[in-house]
């Protein structure tokens, strides 16, 4: 059973930065996307950031590009999300997941099918 771990989330100030790591238990070559969704109370989940493990290509949501970067080391089984000049609104559960999908890594969740159980990330009030 592969298992995803995130860490790194806590409270950051207004304007603050933080990175986010998600470890995987296999081979980045057992799937070909990655990506960072979160949730904050109320909201439905949304889709942050997302890599493919071969080649460079990311997509970013709107409300993060400029922002936030997806990154992977591919032989630590790690990938990150580094959040910066972070906003209200960037509060939030952020989870980690991957899966086998066709055409690119996008940030919709169709595709992604193993996901961990989440850090907290609470920005600036």
């Known amino acids: 059973q592969v298992q995803l771990v995130e860490s790194g989330g806590g409270s950051v100030q207004a304007g603050g930065n933080v990175r986010l790591s998600c470890s995987v238990s296999a081979s980045f070559y057992s799937f070909n996307c990655l990506a960072w969704f979160r949730q904050a109370p109320g909201k439905p989940r949304e889709g942050v950031a997302a890599?493919?493990?071969?080649?460079?290509?990311?997509t970013y949501a709107d409300s993060v590009k400029g922002r936030f970067t997806i990154s992977r080391e591919t032989a630590k089984r790690r990938a990150y999300l580094q959040m910066n000049s972070l906003k209200p609104e960037d509060s939030a559960m952020y989870y980690c997941a991957v899966g086998t999908r066709g055409g690119e890594c996008s940030v919709d969740e169709q595709g992604y099918n193993l996901w961990g159980q989440g850090t907290q990330v609470t920005g600036p009030s």
């Open positions: 890599l493919t493990t071969i080649g460079s290509a990311t």
